[in-house]
T-cell receptor
Framework: GESVGLHLPTLSVQEGDNSIINCAYS??????FIWYKQESGKGPQFIID?????DKRQGQRVTVLLNKTVKHLSLQIAATQPGDSAVYFC???????????FGQGTRLTINP | DAGVTQSPTHLIKTRGQQVTLRCSPK?????VSWYQQALGQGPQFIFQ???????QRGNFPDRFSGHQFPNYSSELNVNALLLGDSALYLC????????????FGSGTRLTVV
């Protein structure tokens, strides 16, 4: 079936530390993945994406890793800042479906 | 360049009533998808409109319907509202395929009492 789940619902890190948010997906036909950040009262904001023919992609302070063997996705945020506090979702697009399947989300809290 | 705009931002309705939510896609986008996000959950796909037709649908009852206009804007209609329909309704636009840029609006917060 379709499901995207997260290992941890909450994560607290110290400001300046690196954070890693994990995600498991179950559909081997998924060919595109996105990480979103959602702040209170706002819609999901695109952070970074990765296609299934890649295993790593880097952005500004963020890196996404994809392990298709174990159907695992992770988001690494370097040198976290207070503005990184939000709920983070991974989402998958099943090939040909053109819709996103979201997980429940992880709340990231940055401690000063 | 305006992003995805949704209206209204907040809405309170009574059980059994009907509601219409509106979405204007990002400039240059032609595809609109609607999602329902319950409190503490990830968004769930309702349906997608492309070329004024419903192209895909998620596991939502027929009480949920929609429309896309020639200018690509879209409406989501929900009939016979239930308390469980209370949620944040998100609109996302794209240029046909998800990989070509998928942008969300800020949503409409619907409360059914």
């Amino acid at each position: 079936g379709e499901s995207v789940g997260l290992h941890l619902p909450t994560l607290s890190v110290q400001e300046g530390d690196n954070s890693i948010i994990n995600c498991a997906y179950s559909n081997s036909a998924s060919d595109y993945f996105i990480w979103y950040k959602q702040e209170s009262g706002k819609g999901p904001q695109f952070i970074i994406d990765i296609r299934s023919n890649m295993d790593k992609r880097q952005g500004q302070r963020v890196t996404v890793l994809l392990n298709k063997t174990v159907k695992h996705l992770s988001l690494q945020i370097a040198a976290t800042q207070p503005g990184d506090s939000a709920v983070y979702f991974c989402a998958e697009n099943i090939q040909g479906a053109q819709k996103l399947v979201f997980g429940q989300g992880t709340r990231l809290t940055i401690n000063p | 360049d305006a992003g995805v705009t949704q209206s209204p931002t907040h809405l309170i309705k009574t059980r059994g009533q009907q509601v219409t939510l509106r979405c204007s896609p990002k400039s240059g986008h032609d595809t609109v998808s609607w999602y329902q996000q319950a409190l503490g959950q990830g968004p769930q796909f309702i349906f997608q409109y492309y070329e004024e037709e419903e192209r895909q649908r998620g596991n939502f009852p027929d009480r949920f319907s929609g429309h896309q206009f020639p200018n690509y804007s879209s409406e989501l209609n929900v009939n016979a509202l239930l308390l469980g329909d209370s949620a944040l309704y998100l609109c996302a636009s794209s240029l046909d395929r998800v990989e070509r840029g998928y942008t969300f609006g800020s949503g409409t917060r619907l409360t059914v009492v």
